[in-house]
């Protein structure tokens, strides 16, 4: 056998044998990883029914509602956010789904933190919490129920009076704010988003009535408007 040919011999053997050792990873990756199949036994679903027995209380903190309003919101969300079990792995339950996302809603971890505490895969919680989301805002009677602005006569002579008879104060329609929330700068968008804080930024704007309540809440302007555009661009347009 000539040098030429012993040289593309050894090649083609040692191409055989990387793509055999390629094969045998792909056939022993798993699905799912192991300690994320045992959601059952770890999940902070358990801990949340040990808090609710031991020390109610600290429910609130938990999940920032008592563990009534978590029931209610449940009975609610339920139907919009509930998956069937596959032959192939069981769903994650609507418990679990709602749990997540009042936990990231409450602490602001990222998927990869939480994954940890409630044995969901990041990737699924990347679609479970903003579906949820979606179920409770969008989809939901939550909406129109606890965040109906006000539209007729009445209805804005009802929030005047109670800031009269609760804080004495006269022909208030509503209490507004805004607050910066921190984002990382969109690919191409420049100073558009950026603040006079000194970071880049999306605005959270909200009209609350004399109980704290909101009326109104709106996000995504971007930080670069200043507080009267902000108003501005949210009020009359509704």
Known sequence: MSPILSKKA???????????????????RVWVKEWLQKRKQFTHLRLLKCIQSCEPLDVINYLRMDYEAFQELLMLVKPLIEKKNTLFREAVSVEERLLATLRFLATGRSYEDLKFSCIISPQLLGRIIPETC???????CLRKKYLCFPSKEEEWLKVAEGFNNMWQFENCLGAVDGKHIAIKQPPGSGSYYYNYKGFFSVVLFAIVNANYEFTYVSCGTNGRISDGGSLRKQIFTI
């Open 134 to 140: 979606r179920a409770i805002y969008v989809y939901n």
């Open 10 to 28: 050894k090649v083609a053997l040692a191409v055989g044998t990387i793509i055999l050792l390629e094969s045998e990873k792909k056939k022993k």
